[in-house]
């Protein structure tokens, strides 16, 4: 009789929470951007060019969790999930975190004429938000679902923002923190959600080792949204900086 492998054997939901949440030391917080942001350190033009480019990637969550929906044949699954889709492009009760982001725009100097029409959004970020995007419509909705899991880290950041940002930059207007401040509660209700869809379908150890890798892959989604950002507009390096000042970047062609 071999001897059983302990690597082969599943982790125990305890150990598999663990793993997940060690992920944390990835999370896009950890970024030399966003600590410019939190130290004071960041320019108008750095702040504003993070809230455009992040507005690419709002508008693209309600189309992934959409995707997730269309997936799933679980209508318990899918009541609970579409709460995510409201919460972003809103209702009759409540404007929604798109509505709220645009706000934030305008409160940082933007138009919102400039923000919906994309001008700003840099390519990198634009392929690393649509590699998400087409990666949960192809994915299984548990494992398009568990890539959300990001969220585990995410109220830490926004309230991250609200203690610093007012601190550092008075010149922001305070509606524009809104958007915030919802999600510090909306992202706790949805990490339980996801949580659960996690730590109940991935029974074997290579299905956990292959969740971690999906939670890697929305890491590196963040963490190169930043990097994009942070050769456009802390290193003076936007796309063609030694052709053109002029933003050439296509605009969502492949969709």
């Given at each position: 009789?071999?001897?059983?492998?302990?690597?082969?054997?599943?982790?125990?939901?305890?150990?598999?929470?663990?793993?997940?949440?060690?992920?944390?030391?990835?999370?896009?917080?950890?970024?030399?951007?966003?600590?410019?942001?939190?130290?004071?350190?960041?320019?108008?033009?750095?702040?504003?060019?993070?809230?455009?480019?992040?507005?690419?990637?709002?508008?693209?969550?309600?189309?992934?969790?959409?995707?997730?929906?269309?997936?799933?044949?679980?209508?318990?699954?899918?009541?609970?999930?579409?709460?995510?889709?409201?919460?972003?492009?809103?209702?009759?009760?409540?404007?929604?975190?798109?509505?709220?982001?645009?706000?934030?725009?305008?409160?940082?100097?933007?138009?919102?004429?400039?923000?919906?029409?994309?001008?700003?959004?840099?390519?990198?970020?634009?392929?690393?938000?649509?590699?998400?995007?087409?990666?949960?419509?192809?994915?299984?909705?548990?494992?398009?679902?568990?890539?959300?899991?990001?969220e585990l880290f995410a109220p830490h950041?926004?309230?991250?923002?609200?203690?610093?940002?007012?601190?550092?930059?008075?010149?922001?207007?305070?509606?524009?923190?809104?958007?915030?401040?919802?999600?510090?509660?909306?992202?706790?209700?949805?990490?339980?959600?996801?949580?659960?869809?996690?730590?109940?379908?991935?029974?074997?150890?290579?299905?956990?080792?292959?969740?971690?890798?999906?939670?890697?892959?929305?890491?590196?989604?963040?963490?190169?949204?930043?990097?994009?950002?942070?050769?456009?507009?802390?290193?003076?390096?936007?796309?063609?900086?030694?052709?053109?000042?002029?933003?050439?970047?296509?605009?969502?062609?492949?969709?």
């Open positions: 009789m071999k001897p059983t492998n302990v690597k082969s054997l599943p982790m125990s939901l305890d150990e598999f929470e663990a793993a997940l949440r060690s992920k944390g030391q990835y999370y896009h917080i950890h970024h030399p951007y966003h600590q410019a942001m939190y130290s004071g350190r960041s320019t108008p033009e750095q702040i504003r060019g993070w809230v455009a480019n992040r507005f690419y990637y709002q508008i693209n969550i309600p189309l992934k969790d959409a995707a997730i929906m269309a997936n799933c044949p679980d209508r318990e699954v899918r009541r609970h999930w579409v709460q995510r889709i409201i919460d972003h492009d809103g209702d009759d009760q409540a404007e929604g975190g798109i509505e709220a982001w645009l706000r934030l725009g305008e409160a940082v100097g933007l138009t919102r004429e400039e923000i919906l029409s994309e001008e700003h959004v840099l390519p990198g970020v634009r392929f690393a938000v649509d590699a998400y995007v087409n990666f949960a419509r192809r994915a299984s909705w548990q494992e398009a679902a568990s890539s959300s899991l990001t950041i926004h309230q991250s923002r609200l203690d610093a940002w007012p601190q550092h930059y008075p010149w922001i207007e305070p509606q524009g923190y809104e958007y915030f401040r919802k999600r510090l509660t909306e992202a706790r209700r949805d990490v339980e959600h996801g949580l659960r869809i996690t730590l109940a379908h991935y029974q074997t150890r290579e299905a956990q080792e292959r969740m971690l890798e999906i939670l890697q892959f929305k890491l590196d989604v963040l963490w190169s949204m930043l990097d994009a950002m942070s050769m456009a507009y802390e290193l003076d390096r936007a796309p063609y900086h030694t052709v053109t000042q002029e933003r050439v970047y296509h605009r969502g062609l492949f969709k």
